[in-house]
């Protein structure tokens, strides 16, 4: 099973103050020790660091983003497919106002590597058919 992480799970294993603090660093604990193909695109850590340099954290975004390397297999690049790709989600699904056009590239880069399976809190992920979006805790039972 390929699973493809969202930012948001990255962030809010950082905040104690977040409800999904604790979920999200098990989760990542156990994903990172599992020997699970797990991955993300560039756009996980562009995200990470508009967020954190928005609350002028700029050593916190740099410290997220070196964490991902420790949990991740690979970060997937933006490429002129997976442009495309987001191109065709956006005609096909803009009018959803729940789905950022920053999570359109993350379900083009999914689609464009054949990952089935996106791990996220966002709930405008579940409007689309491509791929299937999947809370941390819902998978807790399918990790080993």
């Known amino acids: ?17 977040s409800p999904y603090f604790d979920l ?3 989760f990542l604990g156990k994903v990172a020790n599992e020997g699970l193909e797990v991955v993300t695109s560039v756009e996980t850590l562009q995200e990470i660091v508009h967020y954190f340099k928005s609350l002028g954290k700029i050593d916190k975004a740099l410290s997220v983003c070196k964490s991902v390397f420790g949990v991740v297999d690979l970060v997937l690049p933006l490429d002129l497919e997976v442009v495309d790709i987001y191109m065709g989600l956006v005609k ?7 789905i950022d056009s920053r999570d359109f590239i993350h379900l083009a880069v999914c689609i464009n590597e054949k990952i089935a399976t996106i791990v996220t809190y966002d709930k405008g992920y ?9 809370k941390p805790e819902d998978l807790m039972g399918e990790i080993n």
């Open 24 to 26: 999200c660093r098990v």
């Open 1 to 17: 099973m390929s699973l493809y992480l969202d930012t948001n799970i990255f962030i809010y294993s950082t905040d104690p103050k």
């Open 126 to 134: 579940t409007l689309v058919k491509e791929v299937m979006a999947r």
């Open 92 to 98: 096909k699904y803009g009018e959803i106002k729940k």
